[in-house]
């Protein structure tokens, strides 16, 4: 059974930090793009961050660039989102996810094309 958890949410003051974890099972995740979204109450979910299956290549939400950054460990089957300078509009429920793709340079920013989602963390953060 294919499972992805997210971690490492929380209530955080304006421009501090936190770093999400998402830790998947049940399958080797090394061929699949992992992602980030986040939806804020009354809100769409919207594409926060992803990463290709080789590491090399990143997409971000043009709002947290310069701020977050995913990575991962394919070893592991876990993958990060590191948040700095986070500010009350960051607040939302955090969701990972997993995509396959066939090639090592391709992100994915349309949640239609990911495959696995957890079951999201809630990030907080205050003014």
């Known amino acids: 059974q294919v499972q992805m958890v997210e971690s490492g949410g929380g209530l955080v003051q304006a421009g501090g930090s936190l770093r999400l974890s998402c830790a998947a099972s049940?399958?080797?995740?090394?061929?699949?793009?992992m992602g980030w979204f986040r939806q804020a109450p009354g809100k769409e979910r919207e594409f926060v961050a992803a990463?290709?299956?080789?590491?090399?290549?990143?997409s971000y939400l043009d709002s947290v660039k310069g701020r977050f950054t995913i990575s991962r460990d394919n070893a592991k089957n876990t993958n990060y989102l590191q948040m700095n300078s986070l500010k009350p509009e960051d607040s939302a429920i955090y969701y990972c996810?997993?995509?396959?793709?066939?090639?090592?340079?391709?992100?994915?920013?349309?949640?239609?094309?990911?495959?696995?989602w957890g079951q999201g963390t809630q990030v907080t953060v205050s003014s």
């Open positions: 990463i290709s299956w080789s590491g090399g290549y990143t």
């Open positions: 996810a997993a995509g396959y793709v066939s090639d090592p340079w391709r992100t994915l920013r349309n949640p239609d094309d990911y495959n696995y």
């Open positions: 049940g399958r080797t995740f090394s061929r699949d793009v």
